[in-house]
């Protein structure tokens, strides 16, 4: 049975917790956050304090919150002879307090409060500071996910840059074509054939070979007509570059 202690309340808190209170191997024995009123969705099914002194002893103490606070809360579980993991794609394994058996617990996902997620297919990129601790801590993964993967700090930077690209640029650029849809009166939900098919060819296809569209096919006069339309002028910078970087990619 792994005894951790979670700290944080926000969004992967959440998804942590309620993926760790399914497994039988698993026992959240509390749930530490700043603020009584976040701390109430853990309340009822394990110990909640919002005080690092009352922090109560486990095996795995993991991290959940924003990653500029890493460092300090870790210093809460200082002199604790466990493993303290944070859940970053960005932070390195110094951002834990010294002297500690250090980890990283990096779930490659996009969680939001209230929105469902089978942890079981989140991969979980995992580090540590020694063999042991490596080892205790996929022990610890595999109990929520099948895809348990050991990356070091550069390599989970990579692909946290890699994510990035994936989930938040893609889902900026889906905002920028609800915004074009709601200007000329057309719904967005038009568009969610073509995005599902965009995802599920990357099944067979490599994103390389999967590119389509007017800068794939030089077709210079139809985008002088998008930029024509486009009002705003970073958003016609963002059109002009990643059109220029297509170009590039296939040649003239
Ligand atoms: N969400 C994702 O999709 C995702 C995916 C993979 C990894 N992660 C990683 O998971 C971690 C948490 O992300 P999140 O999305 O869950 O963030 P979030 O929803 O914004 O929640 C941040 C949490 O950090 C707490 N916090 C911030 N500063 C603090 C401090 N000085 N002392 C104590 N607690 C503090 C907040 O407490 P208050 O509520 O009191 O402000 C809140 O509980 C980050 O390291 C992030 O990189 C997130």
Aim: proline share 3%; hydrophobic share 35%.
């Amino acid at each position: 049975m792994h005894k951790v202690v979670l700290l944080g309340t926000g969004n992967l808190a959440h998804h942590l917790f309620d993926a760790f209170t399914k497994s039988n191997s698993v026992s959240v024995v509390q749930v530490f956050g700043r603020s009584a009123e976040r701390l109430a969705y853990f309340k009822d099914r394990t110990k909640v304090t919002h005080k690092p002194e009352n922090l109560l002893h486990a095996d795995i103490y993991i991290i959940a919150v924003s990653d500029d606070a890493i460092h300090t809360v870790s210093q809460y579980i200082k002199n604790k002879k466990s493993i303290i993991a944070h859940c970053s794609g960005g932070m390195g394994l110094e951002t834990l307090t010294e002297g500690s058996d250090r980890g990283v617990f990096y779930p490659l996902q996009s969680f939001s409060k209230g929105r469902k997620i089978d942890f079981s297919e989140v991969p979980l990129c995992i580090e540590g500071s020694s063999e042991i601790v490596l080892e205790k801590l996929i022990s610890l993964g595999r109990t929520i996910s099948q895809i348990c993967v050991p990356i070091n700090s550069k390599q989970r930077l990579a692909m946290h840059l890699a994510a990035v690209y994936t989930n938040n640029f893609t889902n900026h650029l889906l905002f920028k074509a609800s915004q074009i849809c709601e200007e000329n009166d057309l719904p967005f939900s038009l568009l969610m054939p073509l995005l599902k098919e965009t995802v599920s060819k990357l099944g067979i296809l490599s994103p390389y070979d999967a590119q389509t569209g007017p800068a794939r096919r030089n077709d210079r006069k139809t985008q002088e007509k998008h930029m024509k339309i486009i009002s705003n002028k970073q958003d016609r910078e963002i059109y002009a570059l990643l059109s220029e970087a297509i170009q590039t990619t296939y040649g003239d």
